[in-house]
């Protein structure tokens, strides 16, 4: 694991102080195994990522998300999934996450790239970009994996995860949950957190330039 991980950083174009670093990590992490046991290259790039910035290890690339899933189901773990554009995080978006981190061993958010939130909420949205809304929303604790899509519709993803538990917020009717049919065909849930009333990134929008008109 040491030699192919010195040579690949090397055929990667890294110096030589840079490869024998990345061999060492890899060796830190080849301890711990049993036996001679291959290190996925996922697991790797998780534990770089981890060692740098803890919040970051839980942003999951896209074409890393069947990897990903795959190995929680072996562990036999209860995945939740919910999504949004998370722009301007508030105190209903907060208590819509612990909710959906209750209905099972993890939780898997969806976030929508900033055009596709533009897609969905028009022109001067979202407030903040992509990197900004998924980091905030991967310091949060109940929050265990950051999944970016780029469609307009999250269905896509929902069927890449095949969540135990679909989620989200109570001012959805159950018809107008995106994925719903899909979850219950595999023998899924899909529930609805509680709402925070007068709580929504659109009236904050909407006060804040009120504030602003009035301010002129």
Same mark, same amino acid.
């Given at each position: 694991?040491?030699?192919?991980?010195?040579?690949?950083?090397?055929?990667?174009?890294?110096? @030589?102080?840079?490869?024998?670093?990345?061999?060492?990590?890899?060796?830190?992490?080849?301890?711990?195994? =049993?036996?001679?046991?291959?290190?996925? &290259? $996922?697991?790797?790039?998780?534990?770089?990522?981890?060692?740098?910035?803890?919040?970051?290890?839980?942003?999951?690339?896209?074409?890393? %998300?069947?990897?990903?899933?795959? !190995?929680?189901?072996?562990?036999? $773990?209860?995945?939740?999934?919910?999504?949004?554009?998370?722009?301007?995080? =508030?105190?209903? =978006? %907060?208590?819509?996450? *612990? @909710?959906?981190?209750?209905?099972?061993?993890?939780?898997?958010?969806?976030?929508?790239?900033?055009? +596709?939130?533009?897609?969905?909420?028009?022109?001067? $949205?979202?407030?903040?970009? *992509?990197?900004?809304?998924?980091?905030?929303?991967? +310091?949060?604790?109940?929050?265990?994996?950051?999944?970016?899509?780029? !469609?307009? +519709?999250?269905?896509?993803?929902?069927?890449?995860? $095949?969540?135990?538990?679909? %989620?989200?917020?109570?001012? @959805?009717? &159950?018809?107008?949950?995106?994925?719903?049919?899909?979850?219950?065909?595999? /023998? /899924? !849930?899909?529930?609805?957190?509680? &709402? %925070?009333?007068?709580? +929504?990134?659109?009236?904050?929008?909407? &006060?804040?330039?009120?504030?602003?008109?009035?301010?002129?």
């Amino acid at each position: 694991m040491v030699t192919a991980a010195f040579a690949f950083a090397r055929a990667a174009g890294a110096d @030589y102080p840079t490869a024998v670093g990345l061999a060492n990590f890899a060796a830190g992490l080849e301890v711990g195994l =049993h036996g001679v046991t291959p290190l996925p &290259r $996922r697991q790797i790039l998780a534990a770089i990522r981890a060692e740098a910035e803890p919040a970051t290890r839980k942003i999951v690339a896209r074409a890393e %998300v069947e990897a990903l899933v795959q !190995e929680l189901r072996q562990q036999g $773990r209860r995945i939740a999934f919910t999504n949004g554009c998370f722009d301007l995080l =508030h105190l209903g =978006h %907060v208590q819509m996450l *612990q @909710y959906a981190r209750a209905q099972g061993d993890l939780l898997i958010v969806g976030l929508n790239t900033d055009a +596709s939130a533009r897609k969905l909420k028009g022109p001067g $949205r979202p407030i903040n970009s *992509q990197d900004v809304r998924s980091r905030v929303l991967a +310091s949060i604790a109940d929050v265990d994996y950051v999944v970016l899509f780029d !469609e307009e +519709s999250v269905l896509p993803l929902i069927k890449q995860v $095949r969540p135990d538990v679909l %989620v989200k917020g109570g001012d @959805y009717g &159950r018809e107008g949950v995106v994925g719903c049919e899909f979850v219950e065909s595999c /023998g /899924g !849930e899909v529930r609805l957190a509680p &709402r %925070v009333e007068g709580l +929504s990134t659109t009236e904050l929008v909407n &006060r804040i330039a009120g504030s602003n008109e009035a301010a002129d």
